[in-house]
């Protein structure tokens, strides 16, 4: 059983930052791609950034330079550095695992960035 746990949302002022992290449990991790993607009201969810199990990185347009994406493999846990939010990085952030072609998903966590 695959289960994914994030952490690390909450409320901050615009220019502040947030890590989240997300530890995984069950046969998933260390091989698998590891993403976190949000979703605002209204909006469909969308990824925010990812990386493989090599390390390599990519990140949505939005986000360059403000957000870093890594993972921990001892750990068996993705963290999500967010620096100089916006108000409109506030969403709900899900963590995500993807397995044999199969999205596993966390259950969020709120991100509110208040102007």
């Known amino acids: 059983q695959v289960q994914l746990v994030e952490s690390g949302g909450g409320l901050v002022q615009a220019g502040g930052s947030l890590r989240l992290s997300c530890a995984a449990s069950?046969?998933?991790?260390?091989?698998?791609?590891m993403g976190w993607y949000c979703q605002a009201p209204g909006k469909q969810r969308a990824l925010v950034a990812g990386?493989?199990?090599?390390?390599?990185?990519n990140y949505a347009d939005s986000v360059k330079g403000r957000f870093f994406i890594s993972r921990d493999n001892a750990k068996n846990t993705v963290y999500l550095q967010m620096n100089s939010l916006k108000p409109e990085d506030t969403a709900v952030y899900y963590c995500?695992?993807?397995?044999?072609?199969?999205?596993?998903w966390g259950q969020g966590t709120q991100v509110t960035v208040s102007s």
């Open positions: 995500a695992a993807v397995k044999s072609g199969s999205f596993f």
């Open positions: 069950g046969s998933i991790f260390s091989d698998n791609f």
């Open positions: 990386i493989t199990s090599g390390g390599n990185t």
